[in-house]
């Protein structure tokens, strides 16, 4: 084998090792019941899924994705809110 083939094949398997066993830089936090109670309050209140993250101190995927596991319906953001800022 060409060594400039192998040595690319050998950085491959080095990153691909340490990408299996280090942990994650972002792990998601769990999901508690008083955060999921938490969750279906704000969203009663008519807050957008970016306000609720802001608060609950999640990213808004992060609550967009855990309200359509509870079926929790989130308000959709305006085009003047997104004018505003």
């Not at 957008?48 to 609950?56: D, F, K, L, T, V």
């Amino acid at each position: 084998m060409h060594p400039d083939i192998e040595s690319a094949l050998n950085e491959v398997a080095r990153h691909t090792r340490r990408a299996i066993t280090e942990p994650a830089h972002f792990a998601s936090r769990p999901w508690t019941q008083a955060d999921d109670d938490k969750l279906r309050k704000l969203a009663l209140t008519g807050l957008s899924s970016r306000a609720i993250g802001i608060r609950m101190n999640r990213t808004e995927t992060a609550v967009r994705s855990r309200a359509k596991q509870l079926q929790v319906i989130l308000r959709k953001i305006r085009l003047k809110q997104l004018q505003m800022g």
